[in-house]
């Protein structure tokens, strides 16, 4: 379906602009969002690959008469190059030349611009508002994607499980009594959630609906008095939910959501939701219902962040398994690549993409990938998100280098980490010393002690300097937030140059991951989770969870301080502590040989 951009985009453009015309639209608003404002969507909600071909995480179209506008930000932009040609569509920066103003510019007095109510957060929504003064925003009744998707994939009705209070380490009843007692506190009436790990964490389900990220699609409305609707297919659930469920919860169909919002909530009353991640349908059901809309940050996001000691004991234990199966592949690919190389059958990305599957496969309590792994060799590691096809043939050359972005959703939490590799003497020009430098970046915030109130974006530039010293940057955020057998991408923490005003807490867990990307020659990164701990002053610190050999052949030794080198040593020490016994004899015997104390 996304293969030959030129040939199969542009009969689906033409069938999109006739459906506009049908709907009496001059444009629409196409972002990548489903009705969860996700980052991983199901194949029934990949609208935005399917007209233009882009596949990336993150993005959005505008589709005109004229032209279809694709805006990605500095993560994808090589990637949308590729998968979205130049003779359809034009190439905009999603920060630089945002999709409102760019609209602003092309678009006529009186034009009406369409949009799905249920695919675009109010934020959005009020930007486009403001740039459009002289326009017509129209919430469409019909998705004019859906209208021309002749084999759109079904929506996804996969099998909800209970996560056992003995992993979550709360009840749902006891998570929902205290979310009760902060709405009253705002004076609140009802809270309106439509993210789905929101609502698993707070019911305490997991769920299957969309690859990598096990919760359940849906959505949930919860009354002041604890009573809680959740809309939610019924076909996904089984007996065992719903006597795992407390008695205060009702499922209802999804159809119903929205109409029963409007049928309970009454004017005046307040309603709480989050008009960054909830669809703009919900406040224009308010608005209709003349509610007291109370938009904020969910207060469900801010709980789920702070993870509990059953959920940070979890978070530990799964990082063990994963750290056996991290090693165990990287002392495969240290023999694997300079001999099949020399035998002029080369280890693919592909191959090597599913040699860490298989590794983490023979962990016991391993469930599934928690995203699909970048698996890049040479140029393509430059690509920030970029993913193998099933007739990749891309070989990990004997002087090559290569990065790998991988992780894993275990019984007890989630997992997610990044190591590069060269494998000879021979290397790109300037790797070494990027190389260096991406190493000290890390460990200058690995090691931070920051005091409360800290944000993430207080302490980016900490990490970045031993880059910007050099010239160098990187187009990407420092950290992201992690969640517990959730999405492992978890808002509200982050580190990065835009402003996040979210104080980082003890029970949070963030990953560190700076790099530098060489279009076309290199990509380096180096990433580990970590969870914020308080010391006894009340400053805080990240403690590593992360146990996987940072490869130290690139390291310019001479650069380095004996602070990073003494921390690099006693890292690797412990890592072949811990790991040590639980790996293969070879595993075994390659680490310590890998990890063998850089001298001080």
């Known amino acids: 379906m996304l293969d030959a951009p030129e040939t199969s985009r542009g009969p689906v453009i ?49 589709v005109t008469m004229d032209t279809v506008a694709v805006f990605v930000d500095g993560r994808y932009v090589v990637q949308a190059a590729n998968q979205c040609p130049t003779s359809l569509f034009t190439h905009q920066h999603l920060f630089d030349n945002p999709p409102e103003f760019w609209l602003a510019e092309h678009a006529q007095t009186g034009w009406r611009v369409g949009f799905d109510a249920m695919h675009l957060p109010p934020v959005f929504l009020d930007r486009f ?52 007692q902060k709405m009253r506190d705002l004076g609140a009436k009802f809270l309106v959630e439509t993210q789905p790990d929101n609502i698993a964490w707070l019911l305490n389900v997991r769920g299957a609906d969309v690859a990598y990220n096990t919760v359940p699609q849906s959505f949930l409305l919860l009354d002041d008095e604890g009573q809680v609707q959740w809309f939610v297919a019924q076909e996904k659930l089984n007996a065992n939910v719903a006597d795992h469920l407390p008695d205060d919860v009702q499922t209802c169909a999804p159809g119903a959501f ?47 962040a702070i993870k509990n000691q059953t959920e940070l004991e ?61 698996s890049a060799a040479s140029g393509n590691a430059a690509m920030c998100h970029y993913a193998t096809q099933e007739d990749n043939t891309v070989p990990l050359l004997e002087n090559g280098t290569y990065l790998l972005d991988s992780g894993g959703q ?40 920051f005091p409360a109130g800290t944000q993430g974006h207080h302490i980016d530039a900490i990490c970045r300097r031993p880059l910007w010293d050099l010239g160098l940057d990187y187009d990407h955020g420092t950290g992201h937030g992690v969640g517990h057998r959730l999405s492992v991408h978890e808002y509200p923490q982050r580190i990065g140059k835009p402003y996040n005003p979210v104080d980082l807490a003890p029970g949070m867990i963030l990953s560190i991951e700076p790099g ?12 580990n989770l970590f969870e914020i701990v308080e010391a006894d002053d009340g400053f805080m610190a990240f403690s590593n969870l992360t146990w996987c050999p940072v490869q130290t052949t690139m390291l310019q030794t001479q650069l380095l301080t004996e602070a990073e080198i003494d921390w690099l040593n006693t890292y690797h020490a412990i890592l072949i502590e811990r790991l040590g016994p639980l790996l293969s004899a070879s595993a075994s015997a390659w680490l310590k040989t890998a990890c063998a104390p850089l001298p001080l």
């Open 14 to 62: 033409a069938a999109l602009r006739a459906e506009l015309q049908a709907q009496g639209l001059d444009a629409f608003i196409l972002p990548r969002y489903d009705a969860h404002q996700a980052e991983y969507v199901a194949p029934h909600d990949e609208r935005l690959a399917y007209v233009t071909g882009f596949t990336g995480t993150a993005g959005m179209a505008i």
């Open 129 to 180: 508002a403001e740039a459009l003064p002289d326009a017509e925003l129209v919430p469409v009744k019909t998705n004019p994607v859906d209208a021309v998707w002749p084999d759109q994939p079904r929506a996804p009705l996969g099998q909800i499980d209970p996560f056992p209070v003995q992993l979550s380490g709360k009840s749902a009843q006891n998570k929902i009594s205290d979310l009760v």
């Open 258 to 304: 929205l109409p029963t919002v409007g049928a309970r909530v009454t004017a005046g009353q307040g309603v709480l939701f989050d008009p960054a991640f909830s669809p703009a349908a919900v406040r224009l059901v308010l608005e209709q219902e003349k509610a007291k809309k109370m938009p904020s940050p969910s207060l469900l996001t801010a709980a789920k």
């Open 314 to 374: 979890g978070m530990r234990a799964c990082h063990i398994a994963d750290g056996v199966a991290w090693t165990e592949f990287c002392a495969w690919l240290a023999t694997e690549v300079p001999q099949r190389a020399r035998k002029g059958e080369p280890v693919t990305e592909r191959e090597a993409e599913h040699a860490i599957l298989r590794f983490r496969q023979a962990q016991p309590s391993f469930v599934e990938e928690s995203f699909n792994s970048i």
């Open 410 to 449: 275990y019984e007890t939490g989630t997992t997610d980490a990044t190591r590069s590799f060269a494998f000879g003497p021979t290397r790109p020009h300037g790797y070494n010393r990027a190389y260096t430098a991406v190493f000290k970046a890390f460990h200058a915030i690995a090691t931070l002690r």
């Open 516 to 527: 530098y990307y060489v279009t076309d020659q290199f990509g380096i990164r180096i990433e």
